[in-house]
């Protein structure tokens, strides 16, 4: 009989032992979930200031065409006849 105690005693530890570490493991997978949240958002924002700073480039890159840089003079070309196009079919839409 004293050995089914001492088993049943052992089962006992060796569960406690179990679940202290799963709610360790439960502590830090939430840790690791908000770490990725956070991590998440920041490359979201920085994704954004890319596209934000390719925009600009962009931008710059059309206004020294227009300024009469050699380099691309077709590029600034084929921009202009391409906003004159969006801009009629603007108008297009607005007449009707």
């Given at each position: 009989m004293s050995e089914?105690?001492?088993?049943?005693?052992?089962?006992?530890?060796?569960v406690s032992k179990l679940l202290h570490k799963m709610e360790l493991l439960h502590?830090?997978?939430?840790?690791?979930?908000k770490e990725l949240d956070a991590l998440k958002a920041e490359n979201n924002s920085k994704l954004q200031a890319l596209a934000d700073w390719e925009e600009k480039y962009n931008s710059l890159k059309m206004a020294n065409t227009m300024l009469g840089s050699d380099t691309s003079k077709?590029?600034?070309?084929?921009?202009?006849?391409?906003?004159i196009?969006?801009?009629?079919v603007c108008i297009a839409k607005l007449a009707d």
């Open positions: 089914l105690v001492g088993i049943v005693d052992s089962l006992e530890n060796k502590q830090v997978n939430a840790k690791l979930e077709t590029e600034a070309k084929l921009k202009i006849n391409t906003l196009r969006e801009l009629d």
